[in-house]
């Protein structure tokens, strides 16, 4: 009798053992709180949370260049010195992570950094004026620099005095030293890393806090 029980033990033992390997892969479950811009209202609706599995993800909720999504699992939180800690998604997050710090350790003037923020900002628009694709933000493949010194404009294919501010703050390279420019330390150490800045993307826009990939 007491073999037997042994044994019916040992074989629950060897169960649970392969179920907790099985586990982890079935349970993957994805979290993320989002909302969409709303063309005709102008302003941001449809706020709410998502939880679902990862194998129910869209193409829309993964970026195809880094395999970056939406999710908060793949996202990292990084802290830094005299900084609100961020979030970035894990495959970017060492080389942000130990750029920036090395910038601070230059004394450079890094005061706010925001990274991982979900919305969804660009792409097709839906029967209802909203918008359908996720900003880079979404996936934690951009990053934010001082965004009260470094704005977001628009009619502003080269800067000057038509541009009109959209989000952040005045940019005044020269004279405030919050303010990013074209040969400081912060965007050409970031711009080794493989990130494009913002402040040279081509066309309308001009958004001199903003670091990416794509440079949007
Ligand atoms: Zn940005």
């Known amino acids: 009798m007491a073999t037997y029980f042994k044994k019916y033990i040992l074989v629950l033992i060897g169960l649970l053992g392969l179920l907790s390997m099985v586990t982890p892969a079935l349970a993957q479950t994805c979290h993320y709180?989002?909302?969409?811009?709303?063309?005709?209202?102008?302003?941001?609706?449809?706020?709410?949370?998502?939880?679902?599995?990862?194998?129910?993800?869209?193409?829309?909720?993964?970026?195809?260049?880094?395999?970056?999504?939406?999710?908060?699992?793949?996202?990292?939180?990084?802290?830094?010195?005299?900084?609100?800690?961020?979030?970035?998604?894990?495959?970017?997050?060492?080389?942000?992570?130990?750029?920036?710090?090395?910038?601070?350790?230059?004394?450079?003037?890094?005061?706010?950094?925001?990274?991982?923020?979900?919305?969804?900002?660009?792409?097709?628009?839906?029967?209802?004026?909203?918008?359908?694709?996720?900003?880079?933000?979404?996936?934690?493949?951009?990053?934010?620099?001082?965004?009260?010194?470094?704005?977001?404009?628009?009619?502003?294919?080269s800067f000057g005095a038509q541009c009109r501010l959209l989000r952040g703050g005045h940019w005044r390279p020269g004279k405030d030293p919050l303010s990013l420019t074209l040969n400081g330390q912060i965007v050409r150490q970031l711009k080794r890393i493989g990130l494009k800045w913002g402040g040279e993307i081509k066309g309308r826009q001009k958004d001199f806090m903003h670091f990416s990939i794509t440079g949007y």
């Open 33 to 157: 709180s989002t909302w969409s811009w709303n063309v005709n209202l102008k302003k941001a609706v449809l706020y709410r949370a998502v939880r679902k599995d990862y194998q129910d993800l869209n193409e829309l909720e993964i970026d195809k260049q880094t395999g970056c999504s939406v999710c908060r699992e793949d996202q990292v939180e990084i802290k830094l010195p005299n900084l609100k800690p961020f979030s970035i998604c894990r495959q970017l997050a060492p080389s942000v992570r130990s750029t920036l710090l090395e910038l601070i350790k230059q004394n450079q003037a890094v005061t706010e950094v925001i990274g991982y923020r979900v919305g969804q900002t660009r792409g097709k628009v839906d029967e209802h004026g909203n918008r359908t694709g996720f900003s880079n933000h979404s996936f934690g493949i951009a990053l934010d620099i001082n965004p009260q010194h470094n704005g977001l404009y628009t009619e502003c294919f």
